[in-house]
Each structure stands twice: as C-alpha cells, then as structure tokens.
C-alpha cells in the first residue's frame, strides 16, 4: 500500500484526483505561496449544484482517506453536503464524517441539527451513518443528544440502525460514565432482540458497560445460545467468551462429582446383608443427594450449540470455542476441541503461535486429548524458533511411558538443527522427560554425556547445565559421568557450563577424591581470567575440598583465597572474606566455625524441571492476559464454580397468554392421534413432550433452537404434561400389558426398572416414561434430567433423531399387529453392531428358553471354549471377587488368541459365575471410559445366569501398546460394578516366527537407545533348556527363533498395536550366570519386559 502514491505521483496519477504535489522546501514558498489554494478543484466541485461533480469530489476524497492522505482541511466544504438529496452522496458524505468528526468538533458541532434530521431519514444507512457520526463527536456538551438519539435508535425498525446504536453506546459511556443507568436500560431492551445482527454488538456493549450484570443475560440466555450460530463471526467470539464467564457463575463444576458413584458403591460392597437390611430406609436419603452429576439443560445447550462453530473458518471463532468447552465441559467431553485447534496449526505463524500457547497450557491438564495427534506437533525446519520452542513444550507435556521413544527419536533429529537457542531448548526438554518418566531416565542421561563430546560448545554447556540437573536425584550411581565432565572443564568455554561441572565436583568430591583437588589445581592457574560466576563455583570448590581433604588442598584453598580477596568485583572479594572467616578456625572466628560442614555439605534438593505453562490456567484461556501471562487492562477474571446451583428458573421466559390456549388446544388433538402426540412432542430422544410447549419450538424457526425449551415457565409445563398423561392413561396401561405378556413368550430381553440407563436406551418404553412423569413432579424432574444428560450424538436439536422416531410410530395403534410391528422395530434398532449377530428367538420355542436358561444364544459366546488353552497353562487374574460382587465372581486371564474382527486388540477372557441363590439378568460391560487412543470391544450381553452357574466371554481390549489399564463397568440388572483389566507387559504382544538371519538383520537396526542389556543368575529350577523357554514364554507371548550356538536363546514378538518388533536374546555363561538382551523401538516395553523375564528366570 506504502507503494502505490509515490507510483501514482511519478505517473501524475495525483493530478487526476485532484491534488497537485507541493514543495516541503519552506524556502520554495510552498507553504505561504499554494496552500491555501489546496484541493480548490474539489472545494469548487462540492460547491456545484450538480450531483454527479459532488459524487465525483467525494469518490476523490474518500479514495485519499484511503491512501492516508491528509483530507481534514476539506470539512466545512463537505460538511455543508449533509443536506443533500442525493442518498449516494449523503453516504459518501458520512463516511467521510466519521473520519474526521473526532478532529473538527467545533466544525461538526454547527452541523448537528442536520445530523439530528439524519435520524429521521427513510434510508436505514443514512440514519445509522448519521447516529454514527453523532457518537463520534466526543463533546460532553451533547451527551444528552446523544442519549436520546441512541434510545430512538434502539427502537428503529431496521436492526442495521439498532446495531449501529449497540455500537454508540460505549462510544457515549467513555464520554461520560454518569449515564451507565439509561445505558443499561438500553442494553436490556436490546438484548431482547430476537435478530442476529444485533446480538453480537449489543453484547459488546455490555461488556464494556456492565459486565457484572449478569441478571439481564437470565432472560435471553437461551435465545442467544440458539442464535449464536447464524451471528457474525465477531460476534460469536464475543458472545462465547460472555457466555463461559455465564455459565461459571450459573451451573456446576460437571467434574466435582466424577467420583461420587464410585464412593456409594464400595459403601454398599463392605456393608453386611443384615446392616442393608435394617438401613435400606435411612440410606435412601443420603443415596439420592450422593446421585452421579446430572448437567443442567441449558448449561447442555450451551455445549450442543457451540461444537458445530469448531469447524468455523475463523480461528478467534474456534479458539474461543476451546476455551468454553476447556473451562465449562465434563472432562469425557472436552477431547473434541482437539482436532480442530490441531487443524489451526495450518495456519499463519500467527495464528500457530497463540493456538500452541493455548494448547501447551490444556496439555499439562488434558494431556490425553491431543496424544492421538501427537505427529501435528513435530517439528519443521520452515517453522520460526518462537513456534519450535512451544512445540517443544507441547512434546514434553504429552510425553508419558507410551510415546516417550518416537519422542526421543524426534529431539536426537533437532539437536542437529542450525538453529542455537531451539537446540538449547531441545536440550532442557529431554531433561524435563528424564525427570518426569523415571524409566528413561539412565537412557536420557546418557544420550546428553554422548552429546558431551559434540563439536559444537553450545550444545555440549547446555548438556551440561541440564546432566547437573539429573545428577542431583541420584548422584551416587553416576560418580564415572561426573569423572567424564571434570575432564571438559579444558575444552569448555561456555561460563555456565564450567560453573555448573564446578558445583557438581564440589558437590560430589567424596564420589571423586582423587579428581577434585586436581581440577582446583587446574582452576587457581587460570582464576583470574575467569568469568564471575565460575570464579564463584571455584572459591566454594575450595572451600568444600577444605572441608573434605584439607592435607591435599590446603595451600590450594589459601591462594585462590587470596586470589579473590584482591578481586575487582566487590562480590567475590566479600564471598572470599566470609569462606575464610568460616573454614579457617582463628582465635576470632566466632561459632558458626563448628557447622562449616553442615553449612557447605548440606544435601541439596533435586531441582523440579517443570513447565512454564503451568499455573496460567487461571487466566481465561484465548485472552491476552493468558499470552502475555499477567494481567492485561480490561482483563476480567474467570469466576470460580458455584458449590450450589443457582436458581435455574430465572433463564424461563413467560409465555404470551394467546400462545398458552393454542398449545393446549393442540395438546388435546394429540390425545386423540398418538403418532403426532409423539413425534411432534419429542424432539429427539434426549428430550420428553414435557421439555417445552409445541408452539415454542415452531417460533424458534431452526432445528437447533426447537430442543432449547426456551421460552416455557415450570408451571406451565406441569400443567400440559398432566392433561396429556391423563388422556392417555388407560390407553398405556392396555398397551403396556400386551407388549410385557407377548415379551415374555418370545424371550426378549426387557429393561429392568430402575435402570436408568435401560430407560434411556429402551425405545420401546417411551410411553412408560410418559406416564410415569404424569404421577409426579419428582419423577418427572429426574427422568427428564436422566435424559438431559444423554449423549451428544442423539442430542434433541437433530431433525433425524425426530424423523427416526415418527418412523416408529407409522401403524395405527388400533390395529392388533400395530404394537407388534413396533416392539419388533424397537428391537432391531437396539440389535448391537455384526460381530454379535441376536438370531430371532421367534424360531425357537417356549419350552426349549426354558431349557436354555441362564445361557446366552450368541455365536461368540461359545468362541472362548475353543479357542482358549486350559486354564492350568495361563495365568488368571481377578477381575471381581465374590464378596465385593455381591455373590458375582469373575475371573480373567490373556487367551493369546487372535481376537476375532480386530487383530490390533488382545483377546481377554471372562469367566463369570454366580453363587448367589438368586438369578443374574443382562450382564453386559456398559460405559467403557478407556483412554485415549485405547479401544474396548464388549462381550456380547449374558441375558441370564442361573444360580451356581459359570458363563464364559471374550472380550477385545486395544491397550495401544500400554499397560495402563483398561477401566468399565460391569453391570447386572440392578448393579453396577466398576472394574479394571491392567495386561502385564508380555501380554501387549504376539509371537513372530522367523530364521536366524533375519533375525540377525533385525537385531542390527534395533542397537544404541534401542538395546537394553541385563546380568542376571539363574535359578536352580531355570537350568534345563526346557525350563528357561517354558518360563520366557510365559512371561510373554513370544515365538521361539532357531539358533546354531548351543548356549544361546532366541524368542521373538510383536506389539500388538504398532507392530514393533521385540526381540530376546539369553546367553548363557558359566555356571548359573546368564545375559539378557531386548531390542526393541519401543523403549519403555523393553525395560519393562526385561525386569519381568529376569524376575521369572531368577527366582
């Protein structure tokens, strides 16, 4: 833009617009000579009476305010332009207006009548321009016009106009606070308008007007969650970042009580049967409070309604619904803002800088929900230092004992980078993974001792300031690495590097005795060219080698002393006067002489290497205060969760009473035709009829606002739901009897009660929960809340969800097959997915499910017995033990099968037997809650289970090459039982066969950081061939690899996830002494595999 005058000028493109260039030379007479006659062409044109000059003068002006050009000396001439005709010069005229009202206010003052008459122009862009202009003149003497102009223009017909008013009124409330009262007003009436267009402005202003008023957003809190997706993309970023403040102050904290389930049930495991018995009364009570959370409706139309804007083209749009879903979603939820700000890194370094600021902070919390795009973080050699630092932080947050070698790998590519302060960077990160992953702690230390011997000195000091670091948890083991960095203090330069090898001599000189005079030695030679801070480390290397060996380093400790008493700088010469005064026992010295060596030899605390982004989740994450972390001007905090729910009835907005009549008028058709009762009245399966007023939702005009049940009271709500219970009453009681009596005779499977999750699920009993929300007001409160709960994917707002639900109800409930054809399509949707296929119980006959009681009909239930070896050759853990399961006992063990649809996942067997004296009904696994990138395949469902009987299932389990456990519930028809299958390490692989060469070949790729070497001695019951390989194999599922050498032993794997090999080689030595060797890419599973072998072979 900068280029385009200076080209115009040399083409005399300037004269055409109409401004000739001067002279800046004062002495050119430019300045006293010509400017007065400035722009006179132009002056003369808006003077005409013509409107295609006047039009032409402003289209030159405007287009000079454009390139930056200087127009304000043209105001009186085009201020006199307001009054005319012409509506496309009247706009001109105002654009230029708004430019310069601010700088000419004497000017623009005498022009405010026409401006006033502007308001009044049938042209809604005129009266907004007008308005627009008003507001600019920033004069405290028209406040009051002002005032009553932005009144006028709330109430305008054109929500254009209204927004324009939205806009003026912080423009007025910065002019003069006093007004905040009739500005509020304002606000609250605006507030209540039902366009897109305003709404985003409208919050803005309050914002910066009162934002603590949260009172007025109660009322139009659901109507703005339902327009929030047509509102410009500013205004969605605005009204999101309102919304979550909102929500904090309203709802609860939906993860303060994950784990209150959890509590109640172990209560109830430990509980004698006689104490259950005489308390089941009193406990109720505490039962019923101690319930799972159960969000709020509005806080789930917030989140519902805000996830489609994930996919906005704008960032701020995306990012602002990041942070709502990071502060106010349940944490199972929160996963789904991943993808898109990974989606984000695509885009500018801008934009990539403040996405991976925001994303560094949510993975030290979340750390599971970005794993899965763990490679969206690497690394480019095009990317700028400041966005490889923070995906550096990014990889140290998510690193855990899964992915910690393919990030190691990643970070041994960046230290070869050319670029010095991400090399340091990358450096510091493998120290902090070494901290905090204890496995891979010895490979990580000696990864950075091998970068000792680097050419380049950068990387070797920052090796070395990190290797002090690591040294400090445990220093005893590692006195040969400290011996390695004594003999760098010739080569290095860096200061902190040879400050850091000082303090870690002095440190540790009773691991090094013989080394650490000498290196002081060395270090008195050379003190006074040395830097400050390494003549430091150097006087308190004196002093503790005093302390230690004073017959070696006396005279040595004496002369640097005196060295540095003489020092230019005061702070070495004052830190040599006190370390004499303190080690050199004199007549003087006083009794701190007698705890020198407590003073100096003191253990020193292992320094914690933690993230910088660690405590700036307080701030709102997407703000400037989080970027910058600290707080910015106009930065409003984030409020904490309340401990009680406020009020929900606030956000219930009355009803018109016309609105009221017709609903109930269309109630009572619908008592007469249930097909439209119940596809009209539900919106989806997440919501009943009850959830808000037929009419409402036809107002509401779009799918997503028809679920909202915005704009219904309680009351009101009663009311309809019991005439229309009454109506339909006997009608479901009829119903209800033939479809139990005719699911008992063809042995489906029904939804046990107090179920609630049967509830849910169940199609078939809709009418049921109908009807039992027409006794009560209590039972209708928690079914509806059960249902508000239910999950995103059949959520109210769909159309396909209603659509699917009138489908099911297309026969006449009249007709004798009607309810039939119904049950059987209630039956077909719930069929689970193909591996386990229901065949029709219509085929077999009543006599015959009598016969088969307690035994499931599925294909796959009887897949366990002929494929798993005998329980005597594998080990079985216990998954639930007979007193916790209340009679229910289940054992598990790794059938070492492939599991059959999936070949990443481990086959895990169940057994399941009942010793209680009553029947166990539809156990089946229900909300496997696995982590991320694990995945659960359940058993297919147990509809029985006699008294004293044992059922047999296999069930598939992805560990994602972990041995992080795998939790679920267990659940029976009035239980549930929360469980966890943890796999040995063993277990996360499959046996691979293949020759001695290619093993060999293999075993050549897989060396350095890859190969874990351990000494071990053989048990006296491990000395046989045939002993070793049985104990190897059952450690783990490994396949034996041929060998020449008599003494050696080969078994190879592969994990079942990621396919990396794992190979195991022992050879034995003389007499009972044998190595281990694991080559694996997967460093962590070797470790583990090999502690676990020895720990066979040895014992």
């Excluded at 800046?24 to 409107?51: C, Q, T, V, W």
């Excluded at 789930?300 to 083209?313: F, G, I, V």
């Excluded at 050699?381 to 855990?400: C, G, H, R």
Aim: hydrophobic share 35%; net charge negative; proline share 5%.
């Amino acid at each position: 833009m900068a280029a385009s005058p200076a080209y115009g000028e040399d083409k005399g493109g300037s004269s055409s617009l109409g401004e000739p260039e001067y002279g800046h030379d004062p002495a050119s007479g430019g300045i006293f000579s010509s400017d007065y006659k400035r722009h006179d062409d132009l002056k003369e044109m808006l003077d005409s009476n013509k409107d295609s000059l006047k039009l032409e003068a402003m289209k030159r002006i405007v287009a000079m305010i454009a390139r930056g050009k200087n127009a304000s000396d043209l105001f009186p001439a085009v201020v006199k332009n307001v009054a005319c005709k012409n509506i496309e010069v009247k706009k001109l005229v105002y654009v230029y207006l708004v430019r310069y009202a601010e700088e000419q206010q004497d000017l623009a003052l005498l022009s405010i009548s026409t401006f006033q008459r502007g308001l009044k122009d049938p042209n809604q862009l005129i009266r907004a321009s007008a308005l627009r202009v008003l507001s600019s003149i920033r004069v405290p003497i028209i406040v009051p016009i002002m005032m009553l102009a932005i009144k006028e223009a709330a109430s305008d017909m054109s929500p254009y106009v209204r927004k324009t008013a939205a806009h003026a009124i912080p423009k007025l409330y910065s002019l003069d606070s006093d007004q905040k009262d009739q500005l509020i007003e304002v606000i609250e009436k605006l507030l209540a308008d039902k366009t897109t267009l305003v709404a985003g402005s409208v919050v803005m202003a309050f914002e910066e007007v009162c934002p603590e008023r949260i009172d007025l957003i109660h009322k139009n809190y659901r109507k703005l969650c339902n327009l929030l997706i047509d509102v410009e993309e500013w205004g969605q970023v605005v009204i999101i970042n309102m919304l979550t403040r909102y929500a904090r102050t309203q709802f609860l904290s939906p993860n303060q009580n994950e784990s209150l389930l959890e509590e109640s049930t172990e209560k109830a495991f430990y509980g004698s049967e006689e104490e259950d018995a005489k308390d089941a009364k009193a406990e109720a009570a505490p039962l019923a409070k101690r319930k799972p959370y159960v969000m709020d409706p509005d806080h789930r139309l917030l989140l519902r309604n805000t996830k489609p804007l994930l996919q906005s083209r704008n960032a701020a749009v995306v990012m602002a619904v990041a942070q709502l879903y990071f502060h106010l979603a349940p944490k199972a939820e929160v996963g789904v803002i991943a993808k898109a700000l990974v989606r984000l890194l695509r885009s500018h370094s801008e934009v990539q800088y403040v996405v991976l600021q925001n994303v560094a902070t949510m993975s030290i919390k979340r750390r599971g929900m970005f794993e899965p795009y763990l490679k969206s973080f690497y690394i480019r050699s095009t990317d700028p230092t400041q966005i490889k630092i923070l995906k550096l932080e990014v990889l140290t947050n998510l690193a855990n004992e899964t992915n910690i070698s393919t990030i190691l790998r990643e970070f041994q590519t960046y230290i070869r980078s050319m670029d010095k302060d991400f090399v340091a960077a990358t450096i510091q990160a493998i120290g902090r993974c070494a901290t905090n992953i204890g496995k891979v702690r010895d490979t990580c230390l000696n990864g950075l001792v091998q970068l000792l011997s680097n050419r380049d000195e950068l990387v070797v000091a920052e090796s070395v300031v990190v290797i002090k670091k690591l040294l400090q948890m445990q220093p005893a083991q590692h006195s040969e690495i400290i011996k390695h960095m004594a003999k760098l203090t010739d080569n290095i330069q860096v200061p902190m590097a040879r400050a850091s090898i000082l303090w870690l001599i002095g440190e540790y000189c009773e691991h090094v005795p013989k080394i650490a005079p000498d290196v002081l030695r060395k270090m008195a030679k050379s003190f006074t060219n040395e830097e400050d801070i390494v003549k430091l480390q150097v006087i308190n290397l004196a002093a503790k080698l005093y302390l230690t060996n004073s017959k070696q380093s006396k005279l040595l400790t004496q002369y640097v002393l005196n060295l540095a008493k003489y020092d230019q700088n005061y702070d070495i010469r004052d830190r040599a006067r006190f370390i004499r005064q303190l080690i050199v026992p004199t007549e003087k010295s006083g009794a701190l002489n007698k705890y020198a060596k407590k003073l100096f030899l003191a253990q020193k605390p292992a320094p914690i290497l933690e993230s910088s982004f660690k405590d700036r989740d307080h701030f709102q994450l997407g703000s400037l205060s989080h970027l910058l972390n600290a707080k910015a001007v106009g930065y409003q905090e984030l409020p904490d969760w309340p401990d009680e729910a406020p009020d929900p009835s606030v956000r219930n907005v009355e009803v018109p009473e016309w609105t009221k009549c017709t609903s109930r008028e269309k109630r009572k058709e619908k008592v007469e035709k249930p097909f439209y009762s119940d596809s009209e009245g539900e919106s989806g399966p997440t919501e009943s009829a009850d959830s808000e007023p037929e009419s409402v939702s036809e107002e509401s005009g779009s799918s997503s606002s028809s679920g909202s049940s915005s704009s219904s009271s309680e009351e009101e709500e009663e009311e309809e739901d019991e005439e229309e219970g009454s109506g339909e009453q006997s009608e479901d009681k009829e119903e209800e009897e033939e479809r139990s009596k005719r699911k008992e005779k063809e042995g489906f499977r029904k939804a046990a009660p107090g179920s609630p999750s049967e509830e849910e699920e169940e199609d078939g009993l809709k009418k049921t929960k109908k009807k039992k929300a027409s006794q009560g007001r209590k039972g209708r409160a928690e079914t509806s809340s059960e249902e508000a709960s239910a999950s995103e994917s059949s959520s109210s707002g769909s159309e396909s969800g209603s659509e699917a639900e009138a489908k099911r109800r297309k026969a006449p409930p009249s007709s004798r097959a009607g309810p039939k054809e119904i049950s059987l399509l209630d039956l077909d949707d719930f069929t689970p997915p193909p591996p386990q296929p229901i065949p029709s119980s219509s085929i077999i006959s009543t006599s015959l499910v009598t016969d088969l009681e307690g035994l499931t009909l599925t294909d796959t239930s009887l897949a366990p017995a002929l494929l798993s070896p005998g329980l005597g050759a594998v080990r079985t853990y216990e998954l639930l033990h007979r007193m916790a399961g209340e009679g229910l006992s289940v054992e598990y063990c790794f059938s070492r099968r492939p599991f059959p649809g999936d070949p990443h996942m481990v086959a895990v067997q169940i057994h399941i037997s009942n010793n209680t004296d009553a029947e166990v009904k539809n156990l089946r696994v229900s909300e496997p809650k696995p982590l991320s990138g694990m995945r659960i395949q359940e058993f297919p469902e147990i509809e029985r289970l006699a008294p004293g009987d044992t059922a047999s299932v296999v069930m598939g389990i992805d560990f994602c090459d972990s041995t992080q456990a795998a939790n679920f519930q267990l659940c029976t028809h009035t239980r549930h039982f929360y469980v966890s299958i943890q796999p040995p390490v063993g277990e996360l692989m499959a046996p691979v066969f293949m020759s001695e060469n290619e093993f060999k070949k293999e075993q050549g790729k897989l060396t350095g950081m890859s190969e874990i070497t351990e000494k071990l001695t053989l048990s006296e019951k491990c000395r046989s061939d045939h002993a070793i390989v049985q104990q190897v194999t059952l450690a783990a599922n490994v396949g034996r690899v041929p060998c020449g050498a008599a003494n050696e032993y080969r078994f190879a794997a592969k994990t079942m996830t990621s396919g990396s090999l794992v190979l195991i080689t022992l050879e034995r030595r003389e007499g009972a002494a044998a190595q281990l060797t694991v080559n694996s890419e997967k460093m962590v599973i070797g470790t583990m595999l090999v502690k676990d072998i020895v720990q066979a072979l040895a014992q």
